[in-house]
């Protein structure tokens, strides 16, 4: 198999599993308890946070263990809007769904929202964020990196954009997280967004970063853990598993993403030579591993399936739902031409593969495609 999927689900980093695995199996306690088994999953949960606060430039108070990428930002679109008298929302065309359909299910509750249009390399313009804040901007939303084409966002002046004329800024910064580098002391951010499956973690494990004194809006009431703000018995193994991936993903981001960038450009040459191929996204201003290209004349969906028959793992931005074909709103908000709308691809990178692999899969890439317009 060659895993060309890690924007999708990253593999589980070791490290990672080996503070997890004791507390899926002798230590069951759980961390409420007062018993030493109970503490000791406590002081995991401590420990982990700790980790993850460093990590990220963080203070432990600011960080609050959630389900995932999707928890961590409805809590936060949710605690900067509904405790705030101001009504209005900004953010982009190019959110996560977990973004975009929390700020859609406020606009049915009263707020208005603003959704910015990234210039065609897939970049939001700062300047579109100014004109678009108010008085009456609660909330600004803007991911760091995107998780269909890999634009990264210039989030740091946006940040402090917000900070000057009065709005909370939330990031969603699950495919950016050991990718970029994310300082929470000089980011003037209030929340941030991480997924642990997508850094090496467990899946159904996440953080929001909350600033201290940034307003918070429990979503899930119950028995107060997590300081009142996330009820339910802690994901202890998940939330161990997540401080080891963080401090390690977090670690030599430089050393990784020299390396992947050298796979990620042979992959966008080599992808570039195939007749009527787009590659979707600024060529510079993205991730070190995202890959995201168009082939006119195939339906990206099927040109999936394909390549798992030879055993490549990748993603189309568009889905083919009960015979219909959505397309990516993504895509669609880069204006990408219509030919090229239907048949795109996203191969995403990591450290772990290798230069045979993207060779073998730009060879396959286009062996598929060729076959699809022929059929
Ligand atoms: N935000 C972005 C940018 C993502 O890529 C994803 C997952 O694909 C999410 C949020 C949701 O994260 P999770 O799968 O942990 O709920």
Same mark, same amino acid.
């Given at each position: 198999m060659i895993y060309l999927d890690n924007a999708a689900s990253a593999p589980v980093n070791l490290r990672a599993l080996e503070a997890a695995m004791p507390f899926m199996t002798e230590n069951y306690a759980n961390p409420s308890s007062a018993h030493t088994a109970g503490r000791e999953a406590a002081l995991a949960v401590i420990e982990a946070r700790e980790r993850c606060a460093s990590a990220l430039g963080a203070l432990p108070e600011e960080i609050f263990f959630t389900s995932g990428g999707t928890e961590s930002d409805n809590l936060a679109v949710l605690s900067g809007t509904l405790k705030s008298p101001k009504r209005k929302i900004v953010?982009?065309?190019?959110?996560?769904?977990?973004?975009?359909?929390?700020?859609?299910?406020?606009?049915?509750?009263?707020?208005?929202?603003?959704?910015?249009?990234?210039?065609?390399?897939?970049?939001?313009?700062?300047?579109?964020v100014a004109a678009a804040l108010d008085d009456n901007t609660a909330l600004v939303s803007v991911m760091a990196a995107n998780n269909e084409i890999g634009t990264i966002q210039p989030i740091e002046e946006i940040a402090e954009l917000c900070r000057e004329r009065g709005a909370l800024f939330?990031?969603? $910064?699950?495919?950016?997280?050991?990718?970029?580098? =994310?300082?929470?002391?000089?980011?003037?951010?209030?929340?941030? !967004?991480? *997924? @642990?499956?997508?850094?090496?973690?467990?899946?159904?494990?996440?953080?929001?970063?909350?600033?201290?004194?940034?307003?918070?809006?429990?979503?899930?009431?119950?028995?107060?853990?997590?300081?009142?703000?996330?009820?339910?018995?802690?994901?202890?193994?998940?939330?161990?598993?997540?401080?080891?991936?963080?401090?390690?993903?977090?670690?030599?981001?430089?050393?990784?993403?020299?390396?992947?960038?050298?796979?990620?450009?042979?992959?966008?040459?080599?992808?570039?030579?195939?007749?009527?191929?787009?590659?979707?996204?600024?060529?510079?201003?993205?991730?070190?591993?995202?890959?995201?290209?168009?082939? $006119?004349?195939?339906?990206?969906?099927?040109?999936? =399936?394909?390549?798992?028959?030879?055993?490549?793992?990748?993603? !189309?931005? *568009? @889905?083919c739902s009960a015979g219909k074909q959505t397309v990516s709103h993504v895509l669609k908000a880069l204006k990408v031409p219509e030919e090229y709308l239907g048949g795109s691809l996203r191969l995403s990178l990591s450290e772990h593969n290798t230069r045979e692999e993207v060779l073998k899969a730009a060879d396959t890439v286009r062996e598929c495609v060729e076959r699809l317009r022929n059929s």
């Open positions: 953010t982009t065309q190019i959110e996560h769904p977990a973004v975009l359909n929390i700020i859609s299910e406020l606009e049915r509750h009263g707020f208005e929202a603003v959704y910015l249009a990234p210039d065609a390399d897939g970049i939001i313009n700062v300047s579109s939330h990031v969603d $910064a699950v495919q950016a997280v050991g990718n970029v580098p =994310l300082d929470m002391r000089t980011l003037k951010a209030d929340y941030l !967004s991480v *997924s @642990a499956h997508k850094i090496g973690g467990l899946k159904g494990s996440g953080l929001l970063f909350a600033r201290k004194g940034a307003p918070l809006c429990p979503m899930i009431l119950g028995g107060g853990q997590e300081r009142g703000i996330r009820s339910g018995t802690e994901n202890v193994a998940g939330i161990a598993a997540l401080g080891a991936a963080l401090e390690d993903v977090t670690r030599n981001i430089s050393e990784r993403v020299e390396k992947v960038t050298a796979l990620r450009d042979l992959l966008i040459t080599r992808l570039e030579s195939i007749p009527r191929s787009r590659l979707n996204g600024s060529r510079t201003k993205r991730l070190c591993g995202s890959v995201n290209f168009s082939f $006119a004349g195939t339906d990206g969906e099927t040109l999936v =399936l394909n390549l798992d028959l030879f055993g490549i793992c990748a993603s !189309s931005a *568009s @889905a």
